[in-house]
Structures are given as C-alpha cells and as structure tokens.
C-alpha cells in the first residue's frame, strides 16, 4: 500500500525554488543571531521577516535537507552514473535559477554550506556558465547586470576555506567575454599580483591558473588591455611576479608571460616589451637560476624573443654584448631532461645570434 502513496518527484524548478526558500531560511537565522544584516544580505535577496530561530537539531536536519537538493541540481545538470543530463530539465533549472535573485544567493550563501554541499553548489554555479536557454547564455547577461558578483569572486582567495571554490567559478564566469574584460578593466585584476605569490601553495596555484584563463583566453580583448595599460601592468608583472620570492610566482609568470608575448594577437606587444632593458634584466636574472631548471626554461622561451629581435634597440644589444661569454656558457650547460628537437633548435639559433655580436 505504500508505494500508493508516494510523492511524485519534484521537478527541476521545484528544486531551484525549494533550495531558495532554505537557503533566505539560513540566510534569515544568519541576521537574527547577529542582529544586524550579514554579509551574504543583499537589498535585491528577499528575506523573511521575523528571523527565525531555529534549534540546533532542525538547523542540521535543515542543511542535510539543503545539501541533499543542491546535489540532485547538480545530478541534473552533469547527468549521474551512465545517464546524461537532460535537455529540458536542465533549461527548467537554468531558468528558475536566474529568478529572484537565486544564484546571487547561492554564491553569497556558500560559507554557511557545509564541504560536500560548497563543492556541489560549486559545481553547479560553474556548470550554468554554459547553459543555453532559447540559444541564448542566460548567465553571461546576468553577470553583466550583476558585476559585484565578480568582487565578490576574486575577493574569495582572501579566505583559505572558500578559496579554491570562488576560483573554481570565477574561471567559468570569465568565459564570457564581457566578464573577462570587466575583471581585466577593473581594480580586481591587481589581486593577482598579490594573490599568486601567497605562500598557501594550493590558493596561489589556482590564482595563477585563474590569471592566465584571464590573459590568454579572449585574445582581441587582451590585446586592447595592453595596449591601453602596457605600462603599469608589465611593471607590476616584473615587480611582483618575476622578481618574487616565491618560486611558484616567477615559474607561473613566466609560463604566462611567454604565453601571452607569442600570441600573434600580441605581436605588437611583444615587440616593446623586447625593445626594453627593465624587462630583460628580470630575465636574465632568472636565466641564471641554475639550481631550479623549470625556471630558467621558462626564462629561456622568453629570452629567445629578446635575441630574435631583428632590430634591437642599441641599450638592448650593448647588454646581451656586455654578457656574450657567460651567456655562451649557460646556454652550453642548459638542458632539459626529454629529448625534444624544438628545444634544441631554438637554443641554437639564440646560440647564433650571441656569437655574431
């Protein structure tokens, strides 16, 4: 006879909406027990009026609840086990989700979450990145009218706890070009410079991956940003990635360096920050790391563009001249562990230029 009486499945909207209504519930406990408006508030978030208290015992039957339905969205969105998501039902959810204000409270909410419930919410934050609905990305429009949302994002690697899942989103939001460009015209793109040297390896790792997904993805839009911003932002690059303590900073600066300096979208580019003495000196410097190969690698994929440079100007030429013979002889001793034929090839090309100054 049970089995008469059971509940017909909720419906991806009816999740989206019941996971709301839970998480303005927590949201509401949050301000009644600090007595004042918390920082997941938003004047554009509805909250119930009185703040509930809720006991102890309900409060985690409540989050086990919440828990349970933000991993079924996230089930619905990237399929489960051997079935894929379903078309419809993931149109359903996208829609509700950019209803009331729900993902601005999803991502506000996420330090009230608990582990497993931050990586599902996480995930499906991310996920809508992508959804289409009626072939349009409903979230790139969204995040446009909602930009706050992006500080908020990058200001997430200022907490360990919660570091790795605002970055994890911040990289699918800046798939969107107009985000990107945002976040590259903005104050927040000075973080970086701040946030990849960090001695918490796992935070700088992921902020370094975030800042290169900013510099190299959307090609047109970068290249006008250095064109507009070449100045303080190869000095900043110098001064606080390549002239770091941190071993992560200068071997993930260089690695974007060079990935940014050979995009024909930045030949023009590249070509002044070849023609200048303050960006080669940090090279050479780090050219001389002998004891950490990985760098002075990824130094010499830099290096070969200063030498490649068919009209040096005089200051730069004057210095390679002035390092002719130790350079001859680093480059004698710079190897790398695998065979490979490009390697060898550019070596010996930079090779050649050094001896015919």
Known sequence: MKGLFKSKPKTPAELVRQMRDLLILFDAVAIGANGSSSSSSSSSTPSPSPSPIIKESKR???????????RELKDILYGKAEQEPVTDACTQLTREMFKENTLRLLILSLPKLNLEARKDATQVVANLQRQH?????????YLEENKDL???????????????HYGFMLRECIRHQSIAKYVLESELLKKFFNYIPLPEFEIASDAASTFKELMTRHKSTVAEFLSKNYDWFFAEFNKKLLKSESYLAKRQGLEILGDMLLDRSNSAIMVRYVSSKDNLQPIMDLLRESRKKNIQIEAFHVFKLFAANQNKPSEIAAILLQNKEKLLRLFSDLKIDKVDEQFEADKAEVVKVIKSL
């Open 60 to 70: 985690e039957e409540k989050m086990a609840e919440l828990s349970k339905i933000i």
């Open 150 to 164: 992006l500080d908020i994002l990058v200001s997430g690697y200022d907490d360990m706890d919660l570091a790795l």
């Open 133 to 141: 609905v009626n072939a349009t990305i409903v979230a790139s429009e």
